[in-house]
């Protein structure tokens, strides 16, 4: 894995000679220019260490009602990762929690019933497999950048507590109604939660050109349609 930066940097230096030699026409040495200023990205792209912290999080509540049907819902997610950068390693530390409250009443002829459902799902560990973890940075010629991270999930729990009340409505001739409660519970491992990717753009800061450092917060759009809020918050810098 080391060869490759030295051997880049060897023909960055070889291209340097060949473009201040004789018989190379300006175009040539545009396009030499060009692909120099290439080959020293892919050394700078491999010496960046620091932190990249992405937190996602959602609230929300909706209603819907009906002839026979009254019933409101809440949701919420709280989603943490922190991309720990160092030389040759990038691993991510993973806290997610997502939970759901569905509160109804079914109103019939002869009975009502009232109704609570919650969901919870939960993950925390740590992912340092290199195939799913990775942190990028692409630095450009015009002093922006931009940072790539991405990872898989890790094993999480679900649980689910789904209860029924039935009432029956007095004097209902013929009525076959049997008042009760019942409770209905699911629960298992989930093999992978919490996983994510995304990117952020920045501008590098001219008295600091080797730290790259910013944060940024931008709305969110989860699977269900709800509009949440994602913060990533970034510190990187070139090794010497």
């Known amino acids: 894995m080391a060869a490759r930066p030295r051997l880049v940097l060897g023909l960055v230096v070889a291209l340097a000679s060949l473009a201040c030699g004789s018989g190379v026409s300006a175009s040539e040495q545009q396009d030499l ?5 290439l080959l020293k990205g892919l050394i700078v792209k491999q ?3 620091g932190t990249v912290v992405v937190s996602d999080s959602a609230s929300g509540t909706s209603s819907r009602q009906d002839i026979i049907e009254t019933s409101s819902s809440s949701t919420s997610l709280n989603h943490n990762v922190v ?9 991510a530390k993973i806290t997610y929690e997502e939970k759901t409250r569905v509160d109804s009443k079914l109103d019939y002829q002869a009975h009502t019933v009232t109704g609570t459902k919650t969901t919870e799902t939960m993950a925390s560990g740590t992912n340092n497999d290199p195939v799913t973890v990775s942190v990028n940075v692409d630095l ?3 002093g922006t950048y931009q940072i790539n991270f991405g990872t898989g999930g890790v094993e999480g729990l679900y649980k689910m507590v789904d209860t029924g009340t039935t009432t029956c409505k007095p004097k209902i001739e013929g009525s076959t109604c049997r008042p009760g409660t019942s409770t209905n519970n699911d629960s298992g491992k989930v093999p992978s939660q919490g996983g994510l990717g995304g990117s952020v753009d920045g501008r590098r800061d001219g008295e600091q050109p080797n730290v790259l450092a910013g944060s940024v917060s931008e709305p969110l759009t989860l699977n269900d349609g709800s509009t949440g809020r994602r913060t990533v918050t970034w510190n990187l810098s070139r090794q010497p």
């Open 47 to 49: 010496v960046f260490v």
């Open 33 to 37: 220019a060009a692909l120099r200023n």
């Open 140 to 142: 450009r010629s015009d």
């Open 83 to 91: 991309f720990t950068v160092t030389p040759g390693s990038v691993v």
